[in-house]
C-alpha cells in the first residue's frame, strides 16, 4: 500500500497515547472516560502489546480535551512527546548529532515519531523552515496537534543541543484567546493567520554539531527504523504520500487517474481513502500549491507575477482569483502577514 490509513492499527498504545493518558492521569482524570470509544483497555496499555489506529489515537485526545480544561494540555504534552521512550526512533532521535539529523527523525519517520503529523522540510540560503502537515484527518484536533508537535521539536532541540534555538513559530489560524500560553511555552516571536503551520530557524543552525551525539548509536538505531517500516507498513500516510506526489509536479498537476495509478489504486479508492483521512483530491491539490507558493512568497521574495508563473496558470489575475479561493487572501496580503513574520515590520 502507498501509505497507511487511518483505520489501520500500528501506533503503539503504549507510546505517544500512554505519554498523553499518564500526563491526563497525573491531573486526576479516570483512565476509563479517557479509553471511552477507542477500543483500549487498561490491561493491554499494562502488557505493551495494543495498537491503535489514527483515528482512536484522535478519540483518545478529544477524550482528554474534554475532561480536562485546560489551556496548556497541548503544551504540556508537548514536553513529554520526544525523544520519549518508543524504542529505536527515540533512540535515533536522542543520539543525533545536529539539528540536520534531528529533524531527518521527522521527515523520514513519522509513521514511528508522529503519526499524525508529516512535516516538510524546505531549505533555502538563509533559512531551514519546518512545516506540519495533517497525515489522518485532524479536523478539530489539528491545533492541539501543532501545539504539542511544535512544543516537543522546540523542546527537544534545545536539550540535544545544550542552548534555545531562536524558533520563529508561525500558524494557519487566527491568534487564539490565550496567546500568553504560546509565549510561555514556546518564546517568541509568534505569527498567526500565516496561512501556514511551521518553525524557521536561520539555516546556520542545521549542521552545527551537538554535544551530545553518538554516530555509531545513531546509525544502528537508523537501520532499526528502517527495518521496522519495511516489515510494517509505509512511513506515511495515504494522504501524506499523495501529497508529496503532487508536490513533485506543482505547475503541472497530475489528473486524478495519474494520481490513482501513481498510488497503485483505482480514482474511486484513492478518492475514498483521501475522505476517510479529512479531504478529497482538489482540496488536497490546493493545498500542496498554496503551500508552494506561499514557501515562493516568503522566503524567495517571489512577486504574485513571478509565483504565477512558476505555477503555470495562464494569467496573473487567474492566479490571483485562486490563491483567494485558497485561503482567503489575496497573494499580495498574505505577503506582507508574511514579510512581517520573517521581521519586516512594515511589510517590506
Not at 504540556?76 to 531527518?104: E, I, T, W
Not at 533559512?127 to 491545533?143: I, K, N, T
Not at 536539550?159 to 508561525?170: A, E
Request: proline residues 6%; aromatic residues 10%; neutral net charge.
Amino acid at each position: 500500500m502507498a501509505g497507511y490509513l487511518s483505520d489501520q492499527h500500528f501506533i503503539a498504545a503504549h507510546h505517544l497515547p500512554a505519554a498523553l493518558i499518564d500526563l491526563a492521569q497525573d491531573q486526576g482524570e479516570d483512565l476509563h472516560r479517557l479509553l471511552r470509544h477507542t477500543g483500549l483497555f487498561r490491561e493491554q496499555l499494562i502488557r505493551g502489546e495494543a495498537r491503535v489506529s489514527a483515528r482512536e489515537y484522535l478519540q483518545l485526545i478529544h477524550n482528554t480535551r474534554q475532561r480536562l480544561d485546560d489551556p496548556e494540555l497541548a503544551f504540556r504534552y508537548g514536553q513529554r512527546l520526544f525523544p520519549g521512550h518508543y524504542g529505536a526512533v527515540s533512540s535515533l532521535l536522542g543520539n543525533a548529532g545536529s539539528l540536520a539529523q534531528a529533524l531527518s527523525v521527522f521527515t523520514d519517520f513519522p509513521a514511528l515519531i508522529s503519526p499524525l503529523l508529516a512535516s516538510r522540510l524546505t531549505l533555502t540560503d538563509e533559512y531551514l523552515c519546518l512545516q506540519w502537515l495533517d497525515s489522518c484527518g485532524a479536523g478539530s484536533q489539528w491545533r492541539f496537534l501543532v501545539e504539542a508537535a511544535m512544543t516537543g521539536v522546540a523542546s527537544v532541540t534545545r536539550w540535544l543541543s545544550g542552548s534555545p534555538l531562536p524558533w520563529r513559530f508561525q500558524f494557519s489560524y487566527p491568534c487564539p484567546p490565550w496567546p500568553e500560553q504560546y509565549q510561555v511555552h514556546l518564546g517568541e516571536p509568534l505569527h498567526f493567520a500565516a496561512q501556514m503551520d511551521a518553525m524557521i530557524l536561520p539555516r546556520h543552525y542545521l549542521d552545527q554539531p551537538w554535544p551530545q551525539r553518538a554516530p555509531t548509536a545513531w546509525l544502528a538505531a537508523r537501520q532499526e527504523c528502517e527495518r521496522q517500516l519495511s516489515n510494517s507498513g509505509a512511513p506515511y500516510s495515504f494522504r501524506h504520500s499523495l501529497y508529496r506526489f503532487l508536490q513533485s509536479r506543482p505547475a503541472d498537476p497530475p489528473s486524478l487517474q495519474e494520481s490513482a495509478d501513481h498510488m497503485a489504486c483505482s480514482a474511486a479508492t484513492l478518492k475514498r481513502r483521501l475522505a476517510q483521512q479529512g479531504c478529497h483530491y482538489q482540496q488536497l491539490l490546493d493545498e500542496v500549491r498554496l503551500h508552494q507558493a506561499i514557501l515562493w512568497l516568503q522566503f524567495h521574495g517571489y512577486s504574485t507575477e513571478q509565483v504565477s508563473r512558476q505555477l503555470n496558470f495562464s494569467d496573473t489575475t487567474n492566479f490571483r482569483r485562486s490563491f483567494k479561493r485558497w485561503c482567503g487572501l489575496t497573494p499580495a496580503a498574505c505577503q506582507r502577514i508574511l514579510a512581517i513574520a520573517m521581521g519586516a515590520p512594515n511589510g517590506g
